[in-house]
């Protein structure tokens, strides 16, 4: 069964750079498939931030494009999300999910809290 | 940014049938695929339904899915106390290049 682990700080400061990573187990991220990051602000729906393909191929949210990097390491089966220069409103349970392209995400993992707060 | 629009909550005795709506544009609904997630706090979001009405293997029978036009909807038939969960739609947007989400629907079993 394909089972997805975020990881990562918990507390981020603003204006500091909030790095997570996804570990996925069974499947291999090179098999296909695109991995994605999605979170959820207190009180809000989920919010798309952006995707990639194992042979790094990227696509981001506009919103967040510009403070966004994300990356993947097939050799150990995981993915990984850098947000810079967080703020307030960046505080949100994280989620890793893997999706066919132009499709929503069909495994998700459980989620990860990550505040942003000096 | 939730684009897609749903009711804050629904509630049912159980046995009752509960429909959800999820209302959309032509961007996202209106020309893509439908899914649904059942999601409980501290937990991963669990697939219902995929590609507007067809279920995962494992889930019952009792979740099905439809789409009209730039609207869906998620029925959960003959509910149980398992079923008080939150629900959230999604879908591509043509518009975005990305995933759009649901506002989301807490459903109570009375």
């Known amino acids: 069964q394909v089972k997805l682990q975020e990881s990562g700080p918990g507390l981020v400061k603003p204006s500091e750079t909030l790095s997570l990573s996804c570990a996925v187990s069974?499947?291999?991220?090179?098999?296909?498939?695109?991995w994605a990051w999605i979170r959820q602000s207190p009180g809000k729906g989920l919010e798309w931030i952006g995707s990639?393909?194992?042979?790094?191929?990227?696509y981001f949210s506009p919103s967040l494009k510009s403070r966004l990097t994300i990356s993947v390491d097939t050799s150990e089966n995981q993915f990984s999300l850098k947000l810079r220069s967080v703020t307030a409103a960046d505080t949100a349970v994280y989620y890793c999910?893997?999706?066919?392209?132009?499709?929503?995400?069909?495994?998700w993992g459980q989620g990860t809290l990550v505040t942003v707060s000096s | 940014q939730s684009v897609l629009t749903q009711p804050p909550s629904a509630s049912g005795t159980p046995g009752q049938r509960v429909t959800i709506s999820c209302s959309g544009s032509?961007?996202?609904?209106?020309?893509?695929?439908v899914y649904w997630y059942q999601h409980l706090p501290g937990t991963a979001p669990k697939l219902l339904i995929h590609?507007?009405?067809q279920r995962p293997s494992g889930v019952p029978d009792r979740f099905s899915g439809s789409k009209s036009g730039t609207s869906a909807s998620l029925a959960i038939s003959g509910l149980r106390s398992e079923d008080e969960a939150d629900y959230s739609c999604?879908?591509?947007?043509?518009?975005?290049?990305?995933?759009?989400f649901g506002t989301g629907t807490k459903v109570t079993v009375l």
């Open positions: 590609r507007n009405y």
């Open positions: 069974g499947y291999s991220i090179s098999s296909g498939y695109y």
């Open positions: 032509s961007s996202n609904i209106g020309g893509n695929f």
């Open positions: 999604a879908a591509w947007d043509d518009t975005l290049s990305g995933y759009v």
């Open positions: 999910a893997r999706a066919l392209y132009m499709e929503p995400p069909d495994y």
């Open positions: 990639i393909y194992h042979d790094g191929n990227t």
